[in-house]
């Protein structure tokens, strides 16, 4: 596969809070992950308001735009849990909508997105141990994190992009990933 390093194609997962944003950005060229990371808003002041928070995740995605250019948006549909709680959820969704404006932009209901990696009722953990069978290499800080990779799984599942076999997935053992701090300790 020739790949023009001048011009990558880059997919971009979310899993949208206002608390912790996850991302995972995928080469779609060469189809694998580049980056995995969240964008978090905890270490702002518990004054600090959502217009604030926001303009803070707004300028960390748009650091992050100028090393990965996106080409391509899935995130996960928003739900309605606690009204208050979804309002300002939806802010989020409506900072995404505007940063890609001029990307396309595909949204994945939870359950589906548990259904392309696993089963529709499948844990959160569950889905993250069904990722390190066939990613084991791939760390993630927080539930976020595996929820925007999985997201990006999904995506390039439904494109085509990507082999996924749920049934012989499920037979693999999870491998062991190296712990180097645990390593220099013994």
């Not at 800080?141 to 012989?168: G, H, R, V």
Request: charged share 25%; net charge positive; hydrophobic share 35%.
């Amino acid at each position: 596969m020739v790949v023009n390093k001048e011009f990558k194609h880059y997919l971009y997962a979310f899993d949208l809070s206002m608390e912790s944003t996850g991302l995972t950005i995928f080469d779609l060229d060469l189809r694998t992950p580049v980056l995995v990371t969240s964008i978090s808003t905890s270490h702002l002041k518990k004054s600090a308001t959502h217009g604030q928070k926001l303009k803070y995740m707004a300028d960390e995605i748009i650091k992050i735009g100028k090393l990965y250019p996106p080409c391509e948006v899935a995130i996960e549909r928003g739900y309605s849990r606690f009204n208050t709680a979804t309002q300002v959820i939806f802010r989020v969704h409506g900072l995404i909508n505007y940063l890609f404006y001029n990307y396309p932009q595909t949204y994945y209901p939870p359950k589906s997105v548990k259904e392309s990696i696993c089963r529709g009722d499948a844990t959160k953990k569950y889905v993250q141990e069904t990722i390190h069978k066939v990613y084991p290499e791939v760390e993630f800080a927080n539930e976020d994190e595996s929820d925007s990779f999985a997201i990006a799984l999904t995506y390039l599942i439904k494109n085509n992009l990507i082999e996924w076999n749920k049934t012989e997935i499920k037979k693999k053992a999870i491998r062991k990933r190296s712990n180097k701090k645990k390593d220099e300790g013994n």
